[in-house]
């Protein structure tokens, strides 16, 4: 299993990829701090999975999702966000992200969130849900 973590932060980083490694077992973590280095580091691999920060330095929000999807639409991706706004959280999902979780509640929540996307499903946070979005 490869999964890449786009975020600026290098604790971010090191708590997720801690995460992914606990969830996953022997999951390869791959590194992006901005879209650009992680649209090339998804170039060479077949990538599982993607955590994606809406917040990166060089292409911010949900161009940075829709960016990736239309590069790699077939690639599951989970947003890992700071902003709980249920707008922000419908407008990712609508634009092909798997799921979409707050930083606040990561430490607890990611890794079902991971697992329902892993699975084939969506992960919607509490805040954001109505029916048929599950």
Do not use: W
Request: proline share 6%; with cysteine.
């Amino acid at each position: 299993m490869e999964v890449m973590l786009v975020d600026d932060q290098p604790v971010t980083i090191q708590v997720f990829a801690a995460s992914v490694r606990r969830t996953f077992g022997g999951a390869r973590v791959h590194t992006a701090v901005d879209l650009d280095e992680a649209l090339q580091i998804a170039a060479g691999r077949r990538l599982d999975l993607v955590l994606l920060d809406l917040g990166l330095p060089t292409c911010t929000g949900i161009e940075a999702l829709q960016r990736f999807l239309e590069a790699y639409p077939r690639v599951p991706v989970l947003v890992v966000s700071a902003n709980s706004d249920k707008e922000r959280i419908l407008a990712c999902l609508h634009a092909g992200a798997r799921g979409y979780i707050t930083k606040t509640s990561a430490l607890m929540g990611l890794p079902v969130a991971m697992q329902a996307v892993m699975e084939g499903g969506r992960y919607v946070p509490p805040q954001a849900q109505s029916p048929g979005l599950h």
